[in-house]
């Protein structure tokens, strides 16, 4: 449930418990206007509570000397030539 249709419980609650004044005999409108302001306003928090959970930032940090070296074997005539190329993260200084 979002913002929205919480809001729009709370106010189509607020409408039937305190606007209307039908009576329905079975049927009692202030209770359903309470309940539906009771359930908008715990979607109204749910949703506030996953939001904030929503939003946490994980802060990773890597070693700043770090060379990945990966072995490339390539062909070149039938013969095996072997070349190092190192990977190496922007701005590193060597």
């Given at each position: 449930?979002?913002?929205?249709?919480?809001?729009?419980l709370i106010a189509l609650g607020?409408?039937?418990?305190?606007?209307?004044?039908?009576?329905l005999g079975w049927l009692s409108l202030d209770i359903v206007g309470w309940?539906?302001?009771?359930?908008?306003?715990?979607?109204?928090?749910?949703?506030?509570?996953?939001?904030?959970?929503?939003?946490?930032?994980?802060?990773?940090?890597?070693?700043?000397?770090r060379v990945v070296r990966e072995r490339v074997v390539p062909v070149q005539d039938d013969r095996v030539v072997q070349e190092y190329r190192e990977v190496r993260r922007p701005g590193h200084q060597v």
């Open positions: 449930m979002g913002i929205g249709s919480s809001i729009f607020a409408i039937l418990a305190f606007a209307v004044e039908a009576d309940v539906l302001m009771l359930a908008g306003l715990v979607g109204l928090i749910m949703t506030a509570y996953f939001w904030k959970s929503r939003r946490r930032t994980a802060v990773v940090t890597a070693p700043q000397d």
